[in-house]
């Protein structure tokens, strides 16, 4: 009897308790992205969470970068939407969206995003942005990606490492 007035009392008081969504401000708090993954043989980590809607909101941070990109829909840059988030060292920061296609991109036609943020703070640069579900690129049972760097925060310079992999549909 002790033990069921015990879990009673857990599952009310937790009951109201929900998990925030993550504030797309260019900075990653300890427990906000709920999964995340080491990038770039660990140089780097690609941070994501779902929300109740099936939108989804993607941080990734690394030291010392020019501009940071994170493409969705696919593991190549050909026929990835780019989400590419640039900080230079007097403190401008930057956002562009663009579609790749063969081994170059171009300006998206439509933005995807509905919410984005570059931040570079202590050598460490976060590019943070949200997507509404009916603007990501659907892919079955997993999102691919496709993560870049480049320690220029010319958008034009080319990537210094890549790296891809797959995030898990809700």
């Known amino acids: 009897m002790a033990k069921s007035m015990l879990i009673a009392m857990i599952l009310a008081a937790t009951a109201g308790v929900a998990i925030a969504a993550p504030s797309v401000d260019g900075k990653v708090a300890a427990g906000e992205y709920p999964d995340s ?57 930057s956002f562009i969206e663009q579609t790749g296609a063969g081994h170059r991109h171009s300006d998206s036609a439509a933005r995807r995003a509905d ?3 570059v931040n570079s703070s202590n050598g460490v640069m976060t590019l943070e942005f949200h997507v ?29 490492d890549f790296d891809v992999g797959t995030i898990p549909a809700p």
């Open 37 to 93: 993954a080491k990038v770039m043989g660990g140089g780097a980590a690609l941070y994501w969470a779902w929300d109740a809607s099936g939108g989804l909101s993607v941080a990734f941070s690394l030291k010392n970068g020019g501009w940071l990109a994170v493409g969705l829909g696919s593991k190549y840059m050909d026929e990835s939407y780019l989400f590419m988030g640039a900080a230079d060292g007097a403190g401008n920061q």
């Open 132 to 160: 509404p579900a009916a603007r990501l690129p659907k892919s079955g049972k997993t999102l691919p990606f496709i993560v870049a760097c480049s320690s220029s925060p010319s958008f034009s310079s080319k990537h210094r």
């Open 115 to 117: 919410a984005s943020a």
